[in-house]
């Protein structure tokens, strides 16, 4: 992905960790889910980044690039 504006890539790590915490509230805080929450927040950042101006990912965008991520 390519850079086009860094403009909402705090707001969106920050919006994504936040619903992710509130999606699944029982969670543990083991290394494992802390893992896959920082993934999930910076795939949102990513997204973020590719486009112009605070436009972030909706969750069915952020879905897809975590299914075809590593």
Do not use: C, W
Request: net charge negative; hydrophobic share 50%; charged share 15%.
């Amino acid at each position: 992905m390519a850079t086009a504006d860094t403009v909402g890539a705090g707001d969106s790590y920050m919006s994504s960790l936040i619903a992710s915490l509130l999606k699944d509230p029982a969670q543990d805080f083991g290394h494992v889910h802390l893992e896959r929450l920082g993934v999930t927040a910076a795939a949102a950042a990513a997204i973020t980044v590719t486009r112009h101006g605070a436009n972030p990912p909706t969750a069915a965008e952020l879905d897809a690039a975590l299914a075809v991520s590593p």
